[in-house]
């Protein structure tokens, strides 16, 4: 059974940091594709990062240099290292899973349940 388990988002204040965390279970998670998505409040769905099963990373252009993803396939968990935080960067983010890195993919993939990030000014 497949399990995606998000944790440590929170509140924070602007300029601060937060690590995210996923936890996976029941596929190979070292050969998928792994991403962050966020949702901010009333607006759609967006890729924020994701890293291939070789370690290559892609980032939203409005989190890079803020924002570090990173995998542990031995514990078969993906994080996301959140800094220098800004008001817009609030919202839920989710965690998902995937063979093949690429939006379409991903929607097809295993997706985590979500963990909230609220950044104040």
């Known amino acids: 059974r497949v399990q995606v388990v998000e944790s440590g988002g929170g509140s924070v204040q602007a300029g601060g940091s937060l690590r995210l965390s996923c936890s996976t279970s029941?596929?190979?998670?070292?050969?998928?594709?792994v991403g962050w998505f966020r949702q901010a409040p009333g607006k759609e769905r967006d890729e924020v990062a994701h890293?291939?099963?070789?370690?290559?990373?892609w980032y939203a252009d409005s989190v890079k240099g803020r924002f570090t993803i990173s995998r542990d396939n031995a514990k078969n968990t993906l994080y996301l290292q959140m800094s220098e935080l800004i008001t817009d960067d609030t919202g839920v983010y989710y965690c998902?899973?995937?063979?093949?890195?690429?939006?379409?993919?991903?929607?097809?993939?295993?997706w985590g349940q979500g963990t909230q990030v609220t950044v104040s000014s």
């Open positions: 998902a899973a995937s063979p093949i890195c690429g939006t379409v993919a991903f929607a097809q993939g295993y």
């Open positions: 890293m291939d099963d070789d370690g290559t990373t």
């Open positions: 029941g596929f190979p998670f070292e050969e998928y594709c």
